[in-house]
């Protein structure tokens, strides 16, 4: 391998902290939406939620929120055993909303089965749940395969855009760098071509 052989627009950037690991799910049955305890684990154990739901249901969106904000709905309550009244860890949470389920299912085109969907986070919003509803299916698989975190990475191109030459003061502006009009401040910038020369060796 030569460096003149090497395209650098082909490469990606690695970004650190693009997404979190997770293994949230979501699952939307034909009269019920529900999450995986993991769910609950990964928001800590929310009382209430909001979720949002894209205006083609492709997306879905679940974050904690407190009894006082509006539009909340109601989800980790702990749940115990029957027989020896301990805690129930596993247990999924379902949202008892057939509408939701159902525009959810229409919108999708989805056939019958109840369908699974991994989660995305973020670190910038490590307790919010994000959910590519695209990328559901119905098989009886526990866990959907999560997406190549190589496939988030920007290209090198993508990073290039909007990028402009550096402009350099010409010598005949470095005493009048920008004059004042209306109250906004106006600079005067010319690109200049600077090239280089090795300096002259001192006379003893």
Not at 58 to 63: A, P, R
Not at 89 to 110: C, F
């Amino acid at each position: 391998m030569n460096f003149a052989d090497i395209d650098f627009m082909n490469f990606k950037v690695v970004v650190q902290g693009i997404q979190t690991v997770t293994n949230a799910e979501i699952r939307v049955g034909p009269s019920r939406v529900s999450f995986n305890a993991i769910s609950a684990a990964e928001m800590g154990y929310p009382e209430f939620v909001r979720i949002y739901v894209s205006e083609d249901a492709s997306k879905v969106i679940i974050e904690p929120c407190s009894k006082e904000k509006s539009h909340v709905i109601p989800f980790y309550q702990e749940q115990r055993s029957e027989k020896t009244g301990e805690i129930l860890k596993n247990a999924p949470i379902h949202i008892m909303d057939a509408g939701l389920a159902k525009g959810i299912r229409e919108k999708m085109r989805w056939g019958k089965g109840t369908y699974h969907c991994s989660a995305i986070r973020f670190d910038e919003r490590p307790r919010t749940l994000f959910f590519d509803l695209a990328k559901a299916d119905n098989t009886k698989r526990k866990r959907i395969k999560t997406g190549n975190v190589l496939d988030s990475y920007p290209s090198i191109s993508t990073l290039m855009e909007g990028m402009r030459p550096i402009a350099l003061l010409g010598a005949h502006d470095t005493g009048n760098r920008g004059s004042h009009v209306a109250g906004r401040s106006q600079s005067t910038e010319t690109i200049i071509e600077v090239d280089y020369h090795e300096p002259a060796p001192k006379k003893s």
